[in-house]
């Protein structure tokens, strides 16, 4: 008896949770509503970005709790924006640019918080603006990796090791490369989360607040 009255007050309290959680999900999307959703959500993921920047470049990593957090506040965002249709709109933006990224980390080129992070992104802005911003992070990227390239002193060991990456997977597919991996010591890591910065401040003031 004690068993089953055990059982039907979790249950009770299981289903009480999810209620306040649906309540409080309203009221947020309700008050989303009210403000100006076209500011508010390049404002965001510039701030998440920026965010990530900073701690990649302090602790070379990027914390769940930003990510995760962003992405949930990215689906709501969408959500206030375009109804229950914005669900899905987050989602595919998540689904586009972080996998576009997870193939760089499925051969060991970037870490799994990169890839998080853009999925983050893209909850937030959704799956037209990910491949505008998916294009300035690149760009950015391969900027920052000729910077580092040149201060670092290995121009032509880049380049070599560059070439032997597109061969190595030109052969193999997504196997990782033997040497240029993240699990070697000796490899450059390079804080990419300084490219996704930039990339979205491309995107939110070239392409929101100006326009």
Known sequence: MRITLLRANSKDHATEILKCS????YAAVQFLQTMNLS??????ATAVAVTAAMTDVRDRRIPNRLTYSAMIAGLVLQIAA???HGLLLGLGGGALFGGCFLFFHL???MGAGDVKLAAALGCIIGPTASWQVMFATAVAGGVLAIVVMVFTGRVLKTLRSTLSVVGFHALHGLRTHPVVNLDNPTAVRLPYGLAFAAGTLYWTFFTQMWR
């Open 107 to 109: 051969v060991r080129a």
């Open 82 to 84: 375009h109804g229950w």
């Open 39 to 44: 500011e508010t959500i390049p404002t965001l």
């Open 22 to 25: 649906g309540r409080s999900l």
